[in-house]
């Protein structure tokens, strides 16, 4: 069953490293200028992947399940309130002092919202509430397009870019509304005309959407490659950033679990919010990034901390998901 999940749900790891691998050899296209570049490309995309998310999102079907509010306050307070107030006060020790994009990388990390399929693969392999994993997620997702950029506004302004346009906040707010916000929105209002039809073509969708997101990740890392950032990037500093994804992930799992236990959940609700509550989403970071960071020229290194948590937080959750498998009842 561990290799069931496994290659069922490891095989994008291994895409988002060739993609690395291809950027470092071929950085030019990344990196390229004119009227119609790769950029546009991924552009576009970005606004398709949040219209066809909010087209799978269905309103009556949210709205049924508010009620298990204890639940959804731990998930969405370990989202957006307990990852940040982890991060927030490492910057004073920060000890990648040669490259302090890899600081803000993390701390962008800890300000995303959930990631959607994994949770609820995850819960469902462990037994746990689907339904509140769903919820959870897609309410992550939406709260995500304002919560995120707030939280980085405290500490944009501590990177130097290199470009006037990176300070302009207003700037980053109008282009996440037009490109995030407005078609998510869209997308739920056209849900009742075309849901069915998203939920019929979720495999195409999902291939769209890791489709762009490889894109993004190639023209992040290849204009990182392209101008050399990764010069002062040491394999120690790889693994530092390794290690400390891992105790990042277990502390926010072990304070949920504990804040579960005082609340007294049941099983179903403790482990949706142990994997809701303790993942991070690629999609929503590598498209924000994008707006966020336009105009720096270190997008590659800022997302190195995402795609170390990406990859770890699919092994370990598959590995504690299984764990609670064990403890079902046999099925009749």
């Given amino acids: 069953m561990l290799f069931k999940w496994f290659s069922s749900l490891d095989k994008f790891v291994p895409a988002l490293l060739l993609v690395i691998l291809l950027a470092s050899i071929f950085p030019e296209p990344a990196a390229y ?3 119609f570049t790769l950029h546009t490309v991924g552009d ?5 992947i949040f219209l066809f998310y909010g087209l799978k999102l269905n309103p009556k079907k949210l709205r049924q399940d508010l009620s298990n509010w204890r639940l959804h306050m731990v998930v969405q307070a370990a989202t957006f309130i307990i990852f940040p107030l982890i991060v927030l006060p490492f910057y004073n020790f920060y000890s ?17 919202p959930s990631t959607v399929s994994s949770s ?8 746990g509430n689907v339904p509140g994993a769903i919820f959870n997620a897609s309410i992550s997702s939406l709260a995500g397009i304002v919560i995120t950029p707030l939280w980085m506004s405290l500490v944009l302004t501590s990177v130097q ?10 700037s980053i707010l109008i282009k996440l509304i037009l490109q995030v916000l407005l078609p998510v929105i869209t997308g739920i209002v056209l849900n009742r005309f075309l849901g069915s039809w998203a939920q019929a073509h979720l495999r195409f969708l ?8 490889l894109l993004i990740v190639y023209l992040s890392f290849g204009q990182s490659f392209y101008l050399n ?17 891992s105790s990042l992930f277990f502390t926010v799992f072990l304070i949920i679990h504990l804040i579960s236990k005082k609340l007294k959940f049941n099983r179903g609700d403790r482990i949706t919010a142990l994997f809701a509550g303790s993942k991070k989403s690629l999609i929503h970071g590598t498209v924000m990034a994008g707006i966020l960071f336009k105009g720096f020229t270190g997008i590659g290194v800022i997302l190195l901390p995402l795609m170390i948590y990406h990859a770890l937080q699919l ?10 498998s064990k403890q079902l009842p046999p099925a009749p």
């Fill in 33 to 35: 200028q004119g009227s």
């Fill in 44 to 48: 576009i995309g970005i606004t398709l």
């Fill in 96 to 112: 990648f002092h040669s490259n302090e994009l890899l600081w803000m990388g993390a701390f962008f990390l800890a300000t995303l």
């Fill in 120 to 127: 609820v693969v995850m819960v469902s392999i462990a037994g």
């Fill in 161 to 170: 870019a290199t470009t006037p346009e990176s300070a302009a906040y207003s």
């Fill in 206 to 213: 999902k291939l769209f959407d890791q489709s762009v997101i």
């Fill in 229 to 245: 950032l990764f010069a002062q990037t040491e394999w120690t500093d790889i693994l530092v950033i390794m290690l400390l994804c």
């Fill in 315 to 324: 092994v370990y959750s598959g590995i504690i998901a299984q764990h609670f």
